[in-house]
């Protein structure tokens, strides 16, 4: 661009109410560090106003003939300095310099303000920010208070009777109905996929897997010493002919499913591939053990395997993914009592027990229907997320489930993996490539986006602005911000 061009264009910005337009060749740093210090100084000298709505990042963008990348990072900056707030529906406005921190908590009701770059490596459910619902679950809190003594204490491995009842009551609502000497309640999901691994396998022996799954059954396949071997899968899921091929050629103990909004590809496994490969799993004999993290978040799920086949599945329903990452709790439901004895006695051994004050917090909150109501929450607000990401990502590049909080991007030509993670963190955004999920062959170019956690729409808006940016150019353009 030409300087009269950007010339013009700076002119055309400055005749709209509120434009700012910064010379950044003064500040001899990178252009988005430019960009901040040229906002900083401005409202230090008062030539910007407390409340002045600043440009959009694509006009500023524009008008500086810079990439949006750079006017995004250097808004990012700028938050994070306490500079500028962005209102959602409104735009990005000047801060008060002697009231940022209170002008950021503002935005945000009722907890810390959140200026920081978003997060989209971690996979959590958005955290409820409605009043009534947060009220009610610190009140739960504070009624354990009354057991405080008998919660500090060592307690039964596996729960009271209350918590198996409790246990038994959210099982029900996916479908599932077993007694109670099958149930096992456990610390967090992966000490009940350790403990069965190890009850079904032997070091040396082989056990089946998605060929993109999710990456603790890599790590924990590989510290009990058991061969993971890969299955090819579509968009549905894992293949059933590809899964017997390999009990004929490579004899597995057992085949892990992640069958409903799989992490990361969010495919859900319908109810006529689930049939098909129980079909196969009874005809050779092997285990089936699925990893149902999602078991609530889908309103109207097809039926489990442990429904379907209750007689040769280890079912695994944790809570982190439906309620919340911090309560490391887990349903597991063996294929008989038998078999639930042995795992009991490998869990006690390894974990000695759920801790107590957790196991207590979420029998509160199932039987009172607090548990449900957090649910419902996540639900509208992953697909109030979802349909944003929708809307702004390229189309053909997203795949997701409207009721899950994470998606999976497969890159453009010219796009590596690599490449758009590392493009991502230079914008202060966080995203998974596809390495860690793929248990064999090259990993496709494709990386994981997660949109729960502690982020406001407004966050996620702003982050999914800038992938798609990115998304919509080549890897040589993005790179253009330092």
């Not at 040396?204 to 061969?227: K, V």
Request: hydrophobic share 40%; proline share 8%.
């Amino acid at each position: 661009m030409t300087s009269s061009e950007r010339d013009g264009r700076q002119a055309s910005l400055a005749g709209v109410t509120g434009a700012w337009t910064p010379d950044l060749k003064r500040w001899g740093k990178p252009r988005y560090r430019a960009i901040v210090e040229a906002l900083a100084e401005d409202v230090r000298t008062g030539r910007l106003a407390a409340g002045t709505r600043l440009p959009t990042q694509r006009a500023l963008a524009e008008a500086l003939d810079l990439n949006f990348t750079t006017v995004s990072r250097g808004y990012v900056e700028a938050r994070k300095r306490g500079l500028i707030e962005g209102r959602v529906g409104q735009g990005t406005f000047v801060l008060d310099p002697a009231r940022p921190a209170q002008a950021a908590q503002a935005v945000n009701p009722g907890g810390p303000a959140r200026t920081g770059p978003v997060d989209f490596t971690m996979n959590l459910p958005p955290e409820p920010d409605a009043p009534a619902l947060q009220a009610r679950m610190q009140a739960s809190f504070a009624e354990l208070a009354g057991n405080l003594g008998n919660l500090l204490r060592y307690q039964g491995f596996g729960g009271t009777d209350e918590d198996k009842e409790a246990a038994l009551r959210w099982l029900k609502g996916r479908g599932i109905v077993a007694p109670r000497e099958r149930l096992l309640i456990c610390p967090g999901a992966h000490s009940a996929l350790f403990a069965v691994l190890g009850q079904v396998a032997r070091p040396g022996d082989t056990i089946c897997a998605e060929r993109i799954t999710y990456p603790g059954i890599r790590a924990l396949a590989a510290h009990l010493g058991l061969r993971l071997v890969d299955l090819p899968m579509d968009r549905h899921g894992v293949d059933p002919d590809a899964f017997a091929a390999a009990c004929t050629k490579v004899a597995p103990k057992a085949l892990y499913l992640n069958p409903l909004l799989q992490n990361p590809t969010t495919a859900t496994l319908p109810r006529s591939r689930r049939e098909a490969v129980i079909a196969v799993a009874r005809r050779y004999a092997v285990t089936l053990i699925e990893d149902d993290a999602y078991a609530r978040i889908c309103p109207t799920p097809p039926p489990s395997f442990a429904e379907l086949a209750p007689e040769i599945t280890y079912y695994v329903a944790g809570l982190a993914k439906c309620l919340g990452a911090g309560l490391r709790l887990a349903f597991l439901i063996a294929p008989s009592a038998r078999s639930a004895l042995p795992l009991g006695g490998a869990l006690r051994a390894a974990t000695v027990m759920a801790s107590p004050i957790s196991t207590a917090l979420a029998t509160r909150w199932i039987m009172d229907g607090t548990a449900e109501a957090i649910v419902q929450f996540v639900r509208e607000e992953s697909s109030a997320r979802q349909r944003i990401a929708a809307s702004l990502l390229p189309a053909g590049t997203y795949t997701a489930d409207p009721h899950g909080f994470h998606g999976w991007i497969t890159l453009p030509e010219g796009w590596t993996r690599s490449a758009f993670a590392s493009q991502g963190r230079s914008a202060g955004l966080g995203v998974v490539g596809s390495d860690p999920f793929c248990v064999a062959g090259t990993p496709p170019e494709a990386v994981r986006l997660c949109l729960g956690g502690p982020s406001t729409r407004q966050q996620i808006t702003h982050g999914l602005e800038v992938l798609a940016h990115a998304l919509e150019g080549s890897p040589a353009l993005a790179s253009t911000y330092i």
